[in-house]
Structures are given as structure tokens and as C-alpha cells.
């Protein structure tokens, strides 16, 4: 639910998490399912870590979001940068989903997964002139425009190709979204959107230079927001920018607002689509405007898992052979990921206090400090919930370790949808030039 809903403390139990998630079950003997398919069969198969994702998830959280849309004008725009793997890209696609974009890479990777280039936003702060004019050929729905400079450049692009860009302001609304300080956009100190002062002026300029077709508003205020306040705050500022630029004779027809819904990493607390859609409907009630949004981490978040095995029981340390490498979050923001045992037995035991880290020759490879655990041992598998979203993209090949291999479940099947990186892969493009073996 969205609201207010203190901290649970102590910690969930496995029990909880697992009944908080309806794609998890714990089968006695299986022991872990994901969408009713063993993960024990994906780690057997991929050995770890490997990345397993839900399809069915996915479907049904875009469903279910969709369903609460109806009546608005509303079209959902995929947020590609919380998960670009073509399989998640086309089960979305299939669903119902445009994309939005925000790099030339994301939009290839759109295209390529079958979404039309009319069903893609590009936002971003520093779009170049290369990728502008990439999608200008894909006939992009619109770039959402970030500064005045950005205007001319998308301008003068566009120009040249004898093209006329659909463009839409983002204007900053100065709104905290209450979330981590390095995943909220909206603040007036924050390096995204347009000062809400200017919008008026450049939307004007916008209107009056050759290659660009205003045709709304976009904004987004942050990520992993769990209450309705801040988008009140911004929808409302919003709508009075739509009334005041239709009152200055320009047409605003459509309006993009952003991604940001949270889900229930720790507390069963996520965003509600229900609850969200009626903060859209009162915000812009008879307003006729087409509107976007642009959910990433609550359609994929919860419909992916990374697996790992206990390489080793250190003292209170239970070392992992995943770590930040793989799943940057705990990391990078302090982020809180369920752990569930894979095994029946072991998630029945009773929980003591246990610190989760990874291998990596960093303290912050860290993904859980004391937190109750049954007693685990070598060889045990563990599942770190709620992986799909900002899991696998971030991933790098820190302390030259590959990238994991990902699984996708739909249904009874699961099928590998990557493959595990090979250590030669590590140095390709490298070359060591011939003067380093010259002389002595
Ligand atoms: C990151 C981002 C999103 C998606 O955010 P989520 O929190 O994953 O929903 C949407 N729009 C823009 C412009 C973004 O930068």
C-alpha cells in the first residue's frame, strides 16, 4: 500500500517475505520456487550466481497497472534503464509497454526487442548529436528536453535532416521525493529538468524554432517513492504549467509523469497502481491531456532473483560467491534485499544474526550486516529477493569477475536468456602493444 507504515522491526522472517511475494513458495522438498519452477533446477543447470527472472510477474504487474489506468488517457512507457535484457524488453513490449529511453544503446535495445520507434521517449541530460539523429530515424514519440541548449541542438539536428522533433519540456518541480539522496531527480538542486520558473519561456522558444514541435510536459521526481505526497505536490505544479502555457495560446497535449514507484524490499509497503491512478485522475481531471508514465523498477523489481552459494562461513561472516559486482544496490545505496535459503530445512531453522558479504576486496561488498538468518553452512544456496530492477544492468566485471548468467521463467519452462560470461571475454579488445617487450 502507499501510506505511511512505520519500519517493521525486527527484520521480516523468511515466512514473511516469502508470503509477501505471491511468485515465491517454499516447496519441502523442492525448496524455493519462483513462479512455481524450482530455482535449485536454475542453479543446478547455470551453477551460481545466476540471475533468475519471472515472466509472469512481469505480465502481471503491467496488467495490473494497466487495469488501474483504465479511463485515463494513459500510456505506460517502460523505464528500459532498470532492466534492458531483450526478453524483459519484449515480454513488456508484448504487454502493452513503450519504452523510455535514455541513451542511444537503450533505444538499439528497444528496437531491437520489437518495440516501435513511435512507442519511444528518450529522456536524459546529455543526449548527443548522434543519438538524436538516431532517433529521429526511429521516429521516436518525442525527446523529453532537459535544458535550453538542448533545444538548439535537437533543433538544429533535426534541421539539417529536414525533420521536425516532437519535443516535451521536463521541468523540474522542485518537490523532495523523500527517497535516497542519490535516486531523487525533482529538487530544485538537482541536476535534472528545467527550472519550473523558465518553463513558460522556453516553451515559447520551443514553439518558435524550426526543427522542434512542442507538444507537452514531462517531469520525474525520483525513484523507489513509496507515498502519494510527492506526486501530489508534482502533478499538481504540473497542471497549473499546462493552464498557464494553454492560456499563452500554446497547445499542451500531452503530459509525461515520470517513474519512481516504489516497491516492498524490507516492509510489504509498495506502490499501489490503484492508489496512484486516482492521484493522476483528481491531479488532471478534465484537463483533456494525454499522459505518460514511466515505471522501471515496480514492473520488474520484484520479478527477479539472484542466486548464490555460501563459498564459505567466516566467524559471523557468511561469504557469498556473488557480490557487488553483480548486485550493486546494497553498495551503492545502502539498499535492504531480502535473503531466503533455498533449501526447506534451512529457512525452518531458528535465526541468528549473520553479515552477507560478497568476495570482492571491498568492505562496502556487503549485503546484509546481522541480519537473522538460520545457521548457514558451505554449499548452502541462498536467493536475493527482489533483483530484477537496477540488479544485472549495474553489474560489472569488478575484480575481473565475469557477468552471471540470467534465466527467464514463463510458466512450467524456463529457458537461459544469457549466457555465463567466459573469463576470455574479460580482456577482449585489450592489446598489449608490442614496445612494452622492446629492449633491456
Ligand atoms: C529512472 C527513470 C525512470 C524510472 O524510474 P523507476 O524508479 O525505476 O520507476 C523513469 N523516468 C526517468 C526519466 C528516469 O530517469
Known sequence: MFGTVPLADPDPTIAELIA????????AQDGLLFEGVPLNAIADALATPVWAYGAGTMRARLAALTAALAGLDAHVHYAVKANDHLAVLRVLARGGAGADVVSGGELARALRAGIPGGRVVFSGVGKTAAEIAAALDAGIAQFNVESARELDAISDVAAAMGRTAPVALRVNPDVDAGTHPKITTGRAGDKFGIPYGDAHMLYARAAALPGLRPVGLALHIGSQIVTLAPYRAAFARAAALVRTLRAAGHPVARLDCGGGLGIGYRDPTEAVPAAFAGVLRAAFAGMDLELMIEPGRWLVGPAGVLLATVVRVKDGWVVLDAAMNDLARPAMYDAWHGIVPLAAVRAQAAAVPLDVVGPVCESADTFARARPLPPLADGDRVAILDAGAYG?????????????PIALIDGARWAPIRARQPVEALWHGESVPAFLDEGS
Open 20 to 27: 509477501a511475494r505471491p511468485h515465491l513458495r517454499m516447496h
Open 392 to 404: 544485472a544492468v549495474m553489474s560489472s566485471t569488478y575484480n575481473a569477475r565475469p557477468l552471471a
